[in-house]
């Protein structure tokens, strides 16, 4: 089949699967010549501008057609696998004004979120129980106002961020660093089976292609470019997550950060992104006060009435108040020395009066039911039982 005879999509496609070009160069050709099609019949004289000879070559000779089929299959198995063009009128306007707005996209799930206001929400892979819960609370009460929550289906704060999200009334959104046919990680297949069904899945990333360390940064201005605003919930000062954050404000994009522990490495990217300008959050309302025009007319439901949940398999359940209405009196004595700053058992049974064992038993029960952390070093810190 000659160039001329392609379908807009296949049009679309061959220069999206051509070897060398890229984004940029893709950008460069739309913007020199209005469309794939118009591209595809320059000569390479008029390319040369634009691209090296030998991408250029590639552009006007290469056969993708084993490639095109394959999307072909893929686009057929599912109604809800479609492809997103800049060309598309629900191309969303907000990635659209970004610097290096990827010229195709595949999507897996509801497209019509795309129309939807959004907000990032991303945060370490290693991340402490308490990120977790705090990510999720945030998430489901965003999601209850209408927001639909993007993350990038990594583990940590990313995946409770999705899980929150899908509890509220809105939805969630993950822009995935691998094709849109894998799942990074494994462990979050079922996850992103869920997120299929009653979110978005979203990729620029050719069909196959596995998690490639340089996909994520890419990932990272996705996220970043469709929201409103992002929430860094918890990073380290190496963390990718600061990235979104810092993408975030260069596009324009209002950026949040949860405070954490003076003595949490996970707290200190926060504690960076807030020193740099980032709003300081400690409520929901926080972040809506923020993006007022954004937010549909739902119910609006704040972090304090939001129920922490104490695991995925149940989220009906609450972590009760950390108060001695609800607790023995030895819990209510320790929760009163253990502050949000981590203590070890020496220093716990000193200022209790409590033999190790007996405050090593109270310990696994509180840990158990999602009211105090083990940390390295033998150490213990209470968890904060809503934002």
Known sequence: MSLSALSEHEAWLHCFLTPGLGVTRFL?????????????????????????????????????????????VWLAADPRHTLLTLSDADYPPSLLHTPTPPPLLFLKGERALLARPMLAMV????????????????????????????????????????????RGAGATIAVIGTGIDRIYPAGH?????????????????????????ANFPRRNRLIAGLAQGCLVVEANIESGSLITGRLAAEYGREVFALPGSVHSPQARGCHRLIREGATLVETVEDILSALPRYVLPLPVVTAEATPLPVGEGAPSEAIAPLDASTDSAEEAAL???????????????????????????????LELVGKVESLPGGRYQRLIPSP
Do not use: N, W
């Open 28 to 72: 460069r050709l739309l913007l020199a010549f209005g469309s794939p099609h118009a591209a595809l019949a320059a000569t390479l004289a008029q390319l040369a501008p634009l691209l090296t000879r030998s991408v250029a070559e590639s552009l006007l000779c290469g056969d993708t057609a084993a490639e095109r089929a394959k999307v072909a």
């Open 189 to 213: 297949a079922a996850l992103a089976r869920q997120i299929a069904a009653e979110g978005l899945i979203i990729s620029e990333f050719p069909l196959g292609m596995r998690p490639l360390a």
């Open 335 to 365: 929760f009163a020395v253990l502050g949000f700053d981590p203590l070890d058992v020496d220093s716990l049974c000193q200022q209790l009066g409590l033999t190790a064992h007996a405050l090593s038993a109270m310990l696994l029960r």
């Open 123 to 166: 945060g370490s892979r290693a991340a402490t129980q308490q990120g977790e819960r705090h990510a999720e609370a945030f998430a489901e009460a965003l999601s209850q106002t209408g927001l639909t929550v993007v993350s990038g289906l990594a583990a940590g704060i990313d995946g409770a961020a999705h899980r929150g999200a899908l």
